[in-house]
């Protein structure tokens, strides 16, 4: 089956097609959602930052412009990205997702940070050049390991400050410079809960677009400690049998889809599909 959504680089100089308009506030979106045609949304006299071409969807090319700030526009509003990734269209959801990641990044490339000078997009190539240095730079993305730590029925879920109350999760971090993604694990399960653990497996992974992370996803076998909470870090880390789990992450989350397929071998349930 032909994916709907192929990203690419497109010629901001042709004209047509759809184009999505980006604040920091979010994405404009009217009755129709947050895709307009191009020629139309470019002649409303936004303040333009950039413009990308980022993609084909359903065969027809999408353009980013990016926004120095928000406007009012007649019948329209901002949505943020976290919106798009918990309600509505999957496909559209991807297609956002990527155009924040490629806006954000431009907009955060602008000078160089070799030498301080205005940078350029390449023709063809999704990467900022520095004429006087030569310095190229490429989309930024962060790896992150997130891990599913269990104990036979039981498994270790723990809340951050920042998360809607109620919620547990998964434990999550960044990697860091020297770090395989098994060492990173190790390094943040001991800083953030003071546990070891054995038989790290890899399951899967997500891109996690806010603003840049790549999810690696495993699962892991509990070896030995006690729950210390990292302080300002960890709210509370409990084990939760999975016949009576707490309020859980959003669906479309990695997070989540680990605690699901966990418990649903552990029931003898129909597994569940990890959300690209
Ligand atoms: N898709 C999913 O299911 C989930 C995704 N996540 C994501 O995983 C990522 C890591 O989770 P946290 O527990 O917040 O990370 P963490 O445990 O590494 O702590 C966050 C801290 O790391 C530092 N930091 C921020 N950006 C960084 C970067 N690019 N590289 C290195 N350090 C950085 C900051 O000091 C920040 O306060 C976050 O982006 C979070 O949104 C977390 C849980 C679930
Ligand atoms: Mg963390
Ligand atoms: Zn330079």
Avoid at 209 to 230: E, R
Wanted: aromatic share 10%; hydrophobic share 40%.
């Amino acid at each position: 089956m032909t994916p709907r959504w192929t990203t690419a680089v497109l010629d901001t100089n042709l004209s047509g097609g759809w184009a999505v308009a980006r604040s920091p506030e979010g994405f404009l979106v009217d009755d129709n959602g947050p895709l307009f045609a191009r020629e139309w949304l470019k002649s409303q006299a936004l303040p333009v930052l950039a413009e990308h071409g980022i993609g084909h969807l359903d065969g027809e090319p999408v353009y980013l412009l990016e926004l120095e700030r928000s406007v009012e526009l007649e019948r329209c509003h901002w949505q943020g990205l976290r919106t798009f990734m918990l309600e509505g269209d999957h496909t559209l959801y991807k297609v956002l997702g990527y155009a924040a990641q490629i806006g954000t990044w431009a907009r955060e490339h602008r000078f160089c940070g070799n030498c301080g000078q205005a940078m350029t997009q390449v023709p063809r190539e999704r990467a900022m050049h520095c004429a006087l240095c030569e310095l190229r730079s490429y989309p930024r993305i962060s790896p992150s390991m997130i891990v599913l730590i269990t104990r036979g029925d039981e498994v270790l879920l723990a809340r951050s400050p920042r998360f809607v109350p109620g919620v547990y999760s998964t434990l999550a971090g960044f990697a860091e410079p020297g770090e395989s993604a098994e060492d990173c694990l190790i390094r943040e399960v001991r800083e953030e809960v003071q546990l070891e653990v054995k038989n790290i497996e890899y399951v899967g992974s997500q891109c996690w677009p806010f603003p840049h992370s790549m999810m690696l996803g495993f699962h892991a076998q509990y070896a030995s400690g006690d729950i210390v909470p990292q302080a300002d870090e960890i709210e509370d880390a409990q084990w939760f049998n999975v016949h009576d789990l707490p309020p859980l992450p959003a669906s479309r989350s990695i997070a989540r889809y680990l605690i699901d397929l966990y418990a649903a071998r552990r029931l003898g349930l129909p597994e569940p599909v990890l959300p690209g």
